[in-house]
């Protein structure tokens, strides 16, 4: 499977898998750590976290079933993202809900991040959302000292538009580093991030792109959804055309967009992961993603 160079440390695979639900998943450690397997001997080799998934369980159930076979670790790149401050039994402190951005958080929370996930490091740390609050100085600080205890290897950002990367991007510079990373919502159902220039910006700025929600979480399969059946329609057409699946052509729609956008697959079963691994394969020509594009679109380009 193609690579991403995301900077001189890190490299991803082209297809992301993501853990959000992997404690409704109902897999053992034993079950867990051969579908882990699994995805990897399919060239998936890059794994998304949080550490509010799973109202702060997930990270610790990837982190038991990657410790059965600990040199699988050197086949992985794990991504996991701070930032936001859920009211949790697992941690009495969190009191409520809001983002904190501030040096002691984040870099406490790389420390969790660290125990649960049962590594001394992490390929890639994000910022899971942008804050009013965010002191751009405070983040570089923790920032650079996460990099110089070796504990993460690269540093980005989910969710953040133009302007707020910006302003962090630049008290980075200063310090000779720079935002790699950007998870963004796209699909063809979302196509906010395409149109608003987010993704142009990243491609300017060589920030590759993971895409979170490919499939619309599911809204774009809604029958009763008069938007989701006009891109289906057209979707289900090129699907008939190249005897795949629905999801397939999705899939391919996001990896022919310019900023070599990286989706990320969130399911337990492996035939869902299949169907990303095999768009890779497939090219849609220029018309066919402008036809998906308008009917998301709901009229006709200029």
């Known amino acids: 499977m193609e690579r991403i160079q995301i900077n001189k440390h890190v490299s991803y695979s082209r297809i992301v898998h993501g853990f959000w639900r992997l404690n409704e998943w109902g897999y053992n450690n034993k079950q867990l750590n051969d579908y882990m397997h699994e995805i990897v001997d399919r060239g998936i080799t890059t794994m998304d976290h949080a550490d509010i998934y799973g109202k702060y369980t997930c990270e610790s159930l990837f982190g038991e079933a990657l410790a059965l076979t600990p040199n699988l670790r050197e086949k992985i790149e794990i991504v996991t993202k701070c930032g936001i401050i859920l009211p949790s039994d697992h941690n009495p402190k969190f009191d409520g809900h809001r983002y904190d951005l501030s040096y002691q958080h984040i870099i406490e929370s790389v420390d969790r991040s660290l125990l649960n996930l049962k590594t001394d490091y992490i390929d890639t740390l994000l910022l899971h959302r942008p804050s009013p609050l965010m002191d751009p100085d405070e983040v570089t600080r923790a920032v650079m000292h996460l990099v110089d205890e070796g504990k993460i290897k690269a540093f980005g950002v989910s969710n953040f538009k133009c302007n707020q990367y910006e302003l962090l991007n630049e008290s980075l510079k200063r310090e ?127």
């Open 176 to 302: 000779k580093s720079h935002i790699s990373v950007n998870q963004v919502e796209v699909s063809p159902y979302q196509l906010e991030n395409i149109e608003d220039c987010t993704l142009n910006r990243m491609q300017q700025h060589d920030v590759k792109v993971m895409a979170w929600s490919p499939l619309a979480g599911g809204e774009i399969f809604n029958e009763n959804n008069p938007k989701s059946t006009r891109i289906l329609e057209v979707i289900e057409q090129l699907a008939s055309k190249y005897n795949v699946p629905a999801s397939t052509i999705i899939y391919s729609w996001l990896l022919k967009l310019p900023a070599n956008v990286m989706p990320i697959v969130g399911s337990s079963k492996i035939e869902r992961v299949d169907e990303a691994v095999n768009a890779t394969k497939l090219q849609l020509t220029d018309q066919e993603w402008f036809d998906i594009y308008v009917a998301s679109r709901g009229k006709d380009i200029l």
